[in-house]
């Protein structure tokens, strides 16, 4: 890749926004911890540092040995990565008296520099830091200020290399982007050739030359991701895709047969797996939801497994794993994270399968594989879906699982969910469900008491469901969607709304 970027990782909670500015700009970039920087970085044409929670002036923070990029390659330092330039190079970083979170406005510029191109006084920008640069590095220039932050921009004379105390990557920086266009176009010159059609177009040509004539298994889920993958895939090696989408009893209303359709349409060579006795009996009884999770990962590979010794000669497996879950980030705190609940994913597939493994996803940003599967044709309603969990209703029914109970979720699920899209409310949020509560209430119709199961509704906003907000659906909404269900699914006499937030609460009940 002629026209990558690198952005070094010291543990901000922005540095994969940097790189998703970088590549609206349609430039590749890739993310690294700072303790992984690659000996070679021929193929990189500008470095960008990001932000940390770390303080230069700690012993323990993040000091690598920048000497093969500074002077030598565009460089760009955005707050930590600012005071890191500075603190190293003669200048002088100190906890400053006031922390200096939120807006703040450009208010001198000191230079013709291309850095500012169309950068004017009164331009908002995001700060967010507790140290401050009172001194600037030995041969730099001031370019910005703001009100309180005096050393906002600067710039090594004589060289490429920028720092900057505000965070450019965040949209409350009014002109980020323009700044990063400046340096990245502008300064350092990278050619804007990141498209969704270049992508495919290299994908493919890669994907040929990789698999050749041998024969690529791909689990299709329904899902955003997969099916991207699987059309690009197809394009390079068109029948030797084998696809296989497997009914795990836990599916939406009609998905298993509608889904399949479409990807048949698609002219995808998939073959759908009807396992749902397989999943449901195995989950007989089982309430716990940890072991729910486990025991269809369990199952789900079982299953596949069957399936792709059915087909002859078969040498790979494709999956459509992103950019997010390959990033390997800096941690502020350097620990693993605690498990709040195990995924069910193929990635875990064991190593007795003996294939070798394919992601032609595994660069991109979710956004990026809708534009790319946009580009390629993929129907709107298949990459406008909702996200769904790979363990589907079960982790939507709290308690234990039966056919009965299946079936009444996937009956409210689709009158909630189709009453989204009929009120045009459906593309308005991020991700939307029903669960099925593990208590009888106390109801009266027709005269008649009536002693049965609530259902909770849920829809969130987010970007990423890493975080969440609970949607403000119209109340008339609400009123028609409730009535609906307690009218048309027997065995339910009450619906409510969740109004929980994620953190604290999660998307999922389970
Ligand atoms: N019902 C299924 N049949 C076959 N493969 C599946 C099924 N469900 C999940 N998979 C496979 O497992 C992978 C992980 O599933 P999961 O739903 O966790 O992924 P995802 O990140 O949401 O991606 P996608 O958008 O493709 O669903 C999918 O990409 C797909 O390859
Ligand atoms: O593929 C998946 N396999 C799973 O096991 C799983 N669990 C939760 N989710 C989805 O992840 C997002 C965050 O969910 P939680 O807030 O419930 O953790 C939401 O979008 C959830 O639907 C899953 N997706
Ligand atoms: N956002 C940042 O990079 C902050 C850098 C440093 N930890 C500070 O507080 O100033
Ligand atoms: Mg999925």
Redo the contacts with the bound molecule.
Sequence with gaps: MQNNVLILDFGSQYTQLIARRVRELNIFCEIKPYNKLPDDLTEFKAVILSGSPHSVRAEDAPHPDLSNIKGKKPLLGVCYGAQYLAHFNGGNVEKSNTREYGRAKLAKLYEQDPFLKHIEVGSQVWMSHADTIKNLPEKSILLASTHDVENAAFKFIGEDTYGIQFHPEVYHSTDGKQILENFLVHIAKVAQTWTPAAFVETTVAELKAKIGDEKVILGLSGGVDSSVAAVLLNKAIGDNLHCIFVNNGLLRKNEFEDVLHQYKDMGLNVKGVDASARFLDALEGESDPEKK?KTIGRVFIEVFDDEAHKVENAKWLAQGTIYPDVIESVSATGGPSAT??S???VGGLPDFMKLKVVEPLKMLFKDEVRRVGKSMGLEPNLLGRH?????GLA?RILGDITREKVAILQEVDHIFIQGLKDWGLYDQVW?AGAMLLPVNSVGVMGDERTYEKCVALRAVESTD?MT?DWVNLPYEFLQKTSNDIINKVPGVNRVVYDISS?PPA???WE
């Design positions: 999770r709040i609940k995924h069910h994913n996200p769904f969990p790979g363990p982790i991700q469901g969440a994620k999660t998307i999922e």
